[in-house]
């Protein structure tokens, strides 16, 4: 468990462009960074809406040295990768056919396996083989972008779910339930490990999620994205106008 929290900051973006500008602004300066640091870097993409104008604004950077990223998912559906929910489906289409990103660098969750916890367990040996581990031993993603759900839950850690408390793997497979597919998924300690975390969040219908998140008490439990409370690394909370007002931000 981590022993000293990091900072935590809430950015005004404006409206959904505004946080795809700055959100691939801040990646690509983490990239950057971590190559000039560590002679390679890792990210960590979450699926979803919100953050595939960002992915086409990163396609576009041309000061990323690709050829030294890795790229890896938050989380994935069991779905084939071609599947119009998968994850990966979404981030090849937005990100990683437009930017040079050698195809050995791309690391997809294979969430389709008739096998999840094997696949988990196949995901974590990637993690561990290409991603740079902190002081504390546990592999730490450079960039890590993220989501909030409106019932509270963040990659695919969902309230009241034991997946939320796993400590001691870094993947795990999620069971189907309530309206979600069975999945797989970064665990508490990935999250709680990365060196930066960009929460891309819009709309009204995330206000009482946020609002939970960022309260002073609450058990990760019923709100999943409050491990976020726990992160040593920065958590950089990337809202619009409607929420910066609601969250003071």
């Known amino acids: ?24 602004e801040r990646i690509a300066s983490a990239l950057r960074d971590a190559i000039t640091r560590a002679g390679s870097a890792t990210i960590a993409l979450s699926g979803g809406e919100t953050p595939r104008e960002t992915y086409t604004s990163l396609a576009r950077d041309h000061a990323i040295d690709w050829s030294r990223t890795h790229v890896f998912l938050v989380d994935e559906r069991a779905v084939p990768p071609t599947h119009e929910r998968s ?22 969750m294979r969430a389709e396996a008739p096998d999840l916890e094997q696949a988990a367990r196949e995901y974590e040996a990637l993690i561990r083989e290409h991603v740079l581990p902190d002081a504390s031993g546990v592999p730490s993603f450079d960039a890590a972008v993220m989501g ?13 779910e034991p997946t939320v408390s796993v400590d001691d793997r870094l993947v795990a497979a999620v069971p189907p339930g309530g309206a ?40 990760i439990r019923e709100t999943p994205a409050r491990i976020t409370r726990q992160c040593l690394g920065t958590v950089e909370w990337l809202v619009d106008d409607v929420l910066a007002k609601t969250v003071g931000g």
């Open 1 to 24: 468990m981590p022993t000293k929290a990091g900072t935590s900051e809430i950015v005004d973006c404006g409206d959904a462009s505004g946080i795809a500008r700055i959100a691939s």
């Open 87 to 108: 994850n990966y489906r979404w981030a090849r289409a937005t990100l990683l056919d437009a930017a040079p990103v050698p195809a050995g660098h791309v690391h997809r």
């Open 148 to 160: 909030l759900g409106d019932d509270g839950h963040t990659a695919s850690l969902f309230p009241g």
């Open 180 to 219: 979600h597919e069975a999945r797989l998924t970064i665990t508490r300690p990935m999250i709680e490990h990365a060196r930066k975390l960009l929460f891309l969040v819009a709309g009204a219908a995330k206000v009482p999620a946020l609002k939970r998140v960022l309260a002073d008490e609450g058990d």
